[in-house]
């Protein structure tokens, strides 16, 4: 079975290293990229199964990234989650609007982010 990938752009090195664990521990690789950039970067290299997003990053937000990725033929079938302090309601109207497929405010529980993983990664694994 195919090891599924999951690129997450966040600057926050505690919250990266929790998702990062979470995620792994349920059987899936995680490359991090501290930043929006970076995170394009792995993206491009590695065309992820998805993406979680923070939206304040240095170099390049996540709002960003996200256009980025949903502008570009090779990458605008990957489901990304948003993960942010961001809870404005026209923050997570935005990130909806730009093709997010979720939207998580922080503080979160890893344990409901894997599953927001799991639903929106099933249906594209099938």
């Known amino acids: 079975m195919k090891k599924v990938i999951i690129v997450l752009a966040e600057d926050d090195h505690q ?41 304040m990053m240095p170099v390049m937000d996540g709002f ?12 605008s079938n990957i489901p990304v989650i948003m993960l942010t302090a961001r809870e404005m309601e026209e923050d997570v109207l935005k990130g909806f609007d730009l093709g997010a497929v979720d939207y998580m405010t922080k503080p979160f529980s890893p344990s409901e982010l894997s599953a927001r993983v799991r639903v929106n990664l099933d249906g594209k694994l099938r």
């Open 15 to 55: 919250i990266a290293s929790l998702v990062k664990f979470k995620l792994e521990k349920d059987g899936y690789t995680v490359h991090l990229g501290e930043n929006g950039r970076v995170a394009l970067d792995l993206i491009k290299q590695t065309v992820p199964d998805m993406v979680i997003l923070d939206v």
């Open 64 to 75: 960003d990234v996200l256009r980025t990725i949903k502008s570009s033929d090779d990458t």
